[in-house]
């Protein structure tokens, strides 16, 4: 184990499909894959440079269970992650409620962002850049839309913007 490593750990939270296994393996891999395991829970390890610095980022992909409106093992997940990548579909409202009530339900101050995935679905778009905006500012998170199918940069972007504010947050304390 390489202990002279900035170890970064991010659990990324959303309703079924909005396309958070889709987005870790375009961080980890750069490609678009399109069809995933919705079944297992997977945790990957992954070396990234944020900011001249060499990290090594664990990334809990987890998969809530179609129908269940509660986050999996939430109190679990939040004790072990050091940020939260909270995610949902602009094609599906659904899915930002879901965010937004699991957020509050999470009671805890690890810092989080907020990834709208799917832009290129345009044309099915449920949830509109502003109230993206709007939640984010509640939230005090940062924000950005994404596609897992079309984006490589931006969706290491939203990784990467996640780890800046968990480093930030463990200077301060
Ligand atoms: P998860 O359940 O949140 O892990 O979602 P998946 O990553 O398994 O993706 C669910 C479905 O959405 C799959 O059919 C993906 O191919 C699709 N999907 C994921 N990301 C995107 C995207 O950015 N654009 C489009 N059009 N489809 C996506
Ligand atoms: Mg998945």
Known sequence: KKSSLTEVKIAVLGAPSVGKSALIVRFL??????????QTENRYKHEAM???EPILFEILDTCPKAGEDELPNTAEIVQWADGLLL??????RYSFNYIRKAKADLHSDT??????????MVHLRQVSTEEGDILAKDFDCKFCEVSAAEHVGQVADAF???????????RKS
């Open 111 to 120: 810092p989080v962002a907020l990834v709208a995935n799917k832009v290129d």
């Open 160 to 170: 990467q913007d996640l780890c800046r504010e968990v480093l930030a947050s463990r």
């Open 50 to 52: 944020v900011d001249s």
């Open 87 to 92: 995610v949902y579909s602009i094609t599906d």
């Open 29 to 38: 891999t750069k490609r678009y894959i399109g069809e995933y395991d919705h």
